[in-house]
């Protein structure tokens, strides 16, 4: 069994086709499949059903496939750590953010990183804190940055606070809360809200913070990206509660103080399994402290 072969089974299960992933591996199509076959030989058991239409997966073929990832994930650690032992970074680094990370400037950080460490190939992902948690701790993403409620903590990871901040109201120019000083949460508790999707640490801190005070409000929108909560703002359709951190970056939309807002932290995330060189090096140009 060869890690090519395995190479090769992930861009046809990820492709769907053997014609897309022979192009994707830079290979003719034949020498794909003829590896592929070799290796359903060894193994005893077929991988794909082909059909005039369509490749999937067998049974055999899902049960290889996370199996055949850990190793070559395996390979490219040991080529890295390598690679560190004689003074050079390279290798992977997949990076997890929340949509509303204020702490740190995502873009201007990478663009350091990369500039130090070029043969790094850096991938980045936004998502939900809890997901963005089980994939750090799984091993599957090198590092990640949260926004936890003040009642929670990341766990099954090494974590670093970063910064601690309160949520503002955010609502259209022409709202009625636009011109206030500030507001509460009673007085919002009768808008209509524009929030992330229902038991995710986005959302679970205003919710927590409405139900502490003995309120409930109406949430008639949830969508998972900021861009889509403003926009939907800004027709007057509904408030929303964002980091006052993450709002100065917003045009148009009017912001104003919550007395008794919910307070959010912001997190930097690291496996506890052990960092590639890569990841290390992150974390040292975010002065994480690494133990």
Known sequence: MELQQMRYVLAVAETNSFTRAAKQCLVVQSALSHQIARLERELGAKLFERTSRRVRLTAAGRAFLPEARQCLDAAERAAAQVAAAVGEIRGRLNIGVIPTVAAVDIPAVLHDFHRQHKEVRIGLRVGASEDLIEQVAQGAMEVAFLGLPATARPQGVHAHELARDRLVAVVAPGHPLAGEPAVDLQRLAGEVFVDFPAKTAGRIQ???????????????????????????????????????????????????????APARIEYLIWPKLGLTPAAAAFLELLGAPVT
């Open 206 to 260: 205003s919710d927590q913070a409405f139900s502490a005070a003995g309120l409930t409000r109406e949430v008639a929108f949830e969508v998972t990206t900021a861009d889509l909560m403003l926009r939907l703002v800004l027709q007057g359709l509904c408030v929303a509660m964002l980091p006052s951190t993450y709002t100065p970056q917003l045009t148009d939309v009017v912001t104003v103080p919550v007395t008794d």
